[in-house]
């Protein structure tokens, strides 16, 4: 595998205004991200004791 020829690389010119694209569509991401997180309603089982989920966490507890 030892040989003299080069290593052929493969390059191209960067295009304007990908990178800034990208780091406005990457923070619109994380706002988006941040506001469903610190909007969101919390447990289910404080606002909706008859969901599905709480119901199942009350028999965990009740076996306990």
Do not use: N
Not at 3 to 18: F, M, N, R, T, W
Request: one cysteine or more; a positive charge.
């Amino acid at each position: 595998m030892a040989s003299d020829e080069p290593i052929q690389e493969l390059k191209h010119d960067a295009v304007p205004g990908y990178p800034r694209i990208f780091w406005i569509c990457f923070a619109a991401m994380g706002l988006y991200l941040a506001i469903v997180l610190l909007t969101s309603p919390g447990q289910v089982k404080k606002k909706y004791p008859k969901a599905e989920g709480a119901a199942k966490i009350e028999k965990t507890e009740q076996k306990k």
